[in-house]
């Protein structure tokens, strides 16, 4: 088959979760003889942006560099050139990019929509933005030929908001195991720290991190990796929280390096709220890492009874004292972790991908959507503590005005 991936920020992966399902996915897609395009932002030198990794041919194209446009100018290129080249399925990750499915549904390709998470919690999108996200949520619904959800809390909000079927793909936990001589760069040991993964962003709660570390009567120190586009004013935040055990090491970009990070801390701190399954969790628990996470259903889910949970700077301050008291329980939580990152397999994954792929290119899927309006909860929706909101004003509502306009309203 030949199956597009649209809508991230392409391959090799050096960003987030989708572009690690997109490369985990594609190369094993490729793999088994299928022909694998991914549309990747234009980045670097032009000699520097390679027509082909691991199997699947890259289509570099621009996107605008601005926050609220940059996804969608993006994507919108990149369904322009679907459409020349007509694959048998298209995958496009990211609900935020719903406004372009009709073009797929006019030309006839089908297509299955990753929605990823509540993005209309995130703190970064002001009232407009979210509002928009919340209309893409339905767009995708109404125009998509298949949802993909990568937690069961997910399946359920879709199911529960829009009646709307969805097929469970989660993403794979790489059981690793590496060495220690990264370490030492950074001057730190096994088992002699703390870490935190994370983009900047306000759900991922890296300043409640912080200030619950600072909080604290902790002897090791707090490792922080990451850093976010378009958030100087909350990495100041996070920085302002930190005392001189706080490191910040920036983005680890290195992926040997990272791993280390990952399997000789002495417990691994989550705070993500909104996304899903997530990838960095997912890898925490296959190097065996300790996990203490912000307590939403997504992590739960992930992590159960091998994970301790918080919700506050207290709650963080009292569970880092009380690991670095029982390091035999710390130990336990670890070998637990693992035990669970064999649940999520990347090559199950992909044959998930493959499957579906398969459905979408025979047209095995309902002739008939879901409407896209939505409905009185039967579930609840995944537990969430509010953000505050940005007063960004994002003008893509424009962009998806006119494509509703363009496809008659929502309506078929």
């Known amino acids: 088959?030949?199956?597009?991936?649209?809508?991230?920020?392409?391959?090799?992966?050096?960003?987030?979760?989708?572009?690690?399902?997109?490369?985990?996915?594609?190369?094993?897609?490729?793999?088994?003889?299928?022909?694998?395009?991914?549309?990747?932002?234009?980045?670097?030198?032009?000699?520097?942006?390679?027509?082909?990794?691991?199997?699947?041919?890259?289509?570099?194209?621009?996107?605008?560099?601005?926050?609220?446009?940059?996804?969608?100018?993006?994507?919108?290129?990149?369904?322009?050139?679907?459409?020349?080249?007509?694959?048998?399925?298209?995958?496009?990750?990211?609900?935020?990019?719903?406004?372009?499915?009709?073009?797929?549904?006019?030309?006839?390709?089908?297509?299955?929509?990753?929605?990823?998470?509540?993005?209309?919690?995130?703190?970064?999108?002001?009232?407009?933005?979210?509002?928009?996200?919340?209309?893409?949520?339905?767009?995708?619904?109404?125009?998509?030929?298949?949802?993909?959800?990568?937690?069961?809390?997910?399946?359920?909000?879709?199911?529960?908001?829009?009646g709307a079927p969805t097929t469970l793909l989660t993403y794979g936990a790489p059981l690793i195991a590496p060495g220690t001589d990264r370490l030492a760069e950074l001057e730190l040991e096994p088992g002699g720290f703390h870490?935190?993964?994370?983009?900047?962003?306000?759900?991922?709660?890296?300043?409640?991190?912080?200030?619950?570390?600072?909080?604290?009567?902790?002897?090791?120190?707090?490792?922080?990796?990451?850093?976010?586009?378009?958030?100087?004013?909350?990495?100041?935040?996070?920085?302002?929280?930190?005392?001189?055990?706080v490191r910040f090491l920036g983005g680890v970009w290195d992926q040997e390096q990272l791993d280390q990070l990952y399997a000789h801390s002495y417990t691994y701190l989550h705070g993500h709220s909104v996304g899903g399954t997530n990838p960095s969790l997912l890898r925490a628990i296959g190097a065996g890492a300790a996990v203490l996470a912000f307590d939403v259903d997504f992590n739960r889910e992930v992590v159960a009874e091998a994970g301790r949970y918080f919700s506050s700077p207290a709650d963080v301050a009292g569970l880092l004292e009380a690991a670095e008291s029982d390091p035999a329980g710390v130990r336990r939580a670890g070998r637990r972790s693992r035990e669970l990152a064999a649940q999520y397999d990347w090559d199950s994954v992909a044959a998930g991908y493959e499957q579906l792929a398969l459905d979408l290119a025979g047209r095995q899927y309902p002739a008939r959507r879901p409407t896209g309006r939505r409905s009185p909860a039967t579930l609840p929706a995944p537990t969430l503590l509010p953000v505050p909101r940005s007063a960004d004003p994002e003008r893509v509502v424009d962009i998806a005005t006119a494509a509703v306009r363009r496809a008659g309203g929502g309506q078929r």
């Open 1 to 162: 088959m030949r199956i597009a991936m649209v809508g991230t920020r392409g391959v090799p992966a050096r960003y987030g979760g989708f572009e690690t399902a997109v490369e985990e996915v594609g190369r094993r897609l490729a793999d088994r003889g299928h022909r694998v395009v991914v549309y990747c932002r234009s980045a670097g030198r032009p000699g520097d942006r390679p027509r082909r990794h691991l199997g699947m041919d890259l289509v570099h194209l621009p996107a605008a560099r601005r926050r609220a446009l940059e996804t969608l100018s993006h994507s919108a290129l990149s369904v322009g050139h679907v459409l020349g080249h007509r694959p048998d399925a298209a995958i496009v990750f990211n609900a935020a990019n719903a406004p372009l499915l009709p073009a797929f549904r006019a030309a006839r390709i089908p297509v299955a929509t990753h929605v990823d998470g509540l993005e209309w919690k995130r703190a970064k999108w002001g009232p407009i933005g979210q509002r928009y996200y919340r209309m893409a949520e339905s767009m995708a619904v109404r125009w998509s030929d298949a949802l993909i959800a990568d937690a069961q809390g997910m399946s359920d909000y879709y199911r529960s908001e829009f």
């Open 195 to 245: 870490l935190a993964v994370a983009r900047f962003e306000p759900e991922n709660h890296v300043d409640l991190i912080v200030d619950g570390y600072r909080r604290s009567a902790a002897t090791k120190p707090l490792v922080v990796v990451g850093s976010a586009p378009y958030a100087d004013a909350y990495t100041r935040t996070v920085h302002g929280l930190a005392d001189a055990r």
